[in-house]
């Protein structure tokens, strides 16, 4: 089992910032993708970045490209720094482990999940 805690989010206006924080806990596996995904209200749940904890992979979606950075400490707590926000961000923000490290990015291979951040964008 592995536990995801995140922390950070809350409301900002169109062109703010926040940085949202991920830290795992439990069996953690030498080698693992992290990512944050998010989930729109009436919407399915989509990727926004990933990694991988050795470095050997990093992925973003185009909608966050040049806006959003993901990194990690390498001590098991991942950190996605938000820039330029606009409305379309607005969502749950969840943070997820795939500990097989089989696909970056696809949401389907991922095991364990965080509870889930609110990001709003407003003016």
């Known amino acids: 089992q592995v536990q995801l805690v995140e922390s950070g989010g809350g409301s900002v206006e169109p062109g703010g910032s926040l940085r949202l924080s991920c830290k795992a806990s439990?069996?953690?596996?030498?080698?693992?993708?992290i990512g944050w995904f998010r989930q729109a209200p009436g919407k399915e749940r989509e990727a926004v970045s990933c990694?991988?904890?050795?470095?050997?992979?990093t992925a973003y979606a185009d909608s966050v490209k040049d806006r959003f950075t993901i990194s990690h400490d390498y001590k098991n707590t991942v950190y996605l720094q938000m820039n330029s926000l606009n409305v379309q961000d607005t969502a749950v923000y969840y943070c997820g482990i795939d500990i097989d490290a089989s696909s970056l990015c696809d949401l389907r291979e991922y095991d364990f999940w965080g509870q889930g951040i609110q990001v709003t964008v407003s003016s």
């Open positions: 990694t991988s904890n050795t470095d050997s992979g």
């Open positions: 439990g069996h953690i596996p030498d080698y693992y993708d």
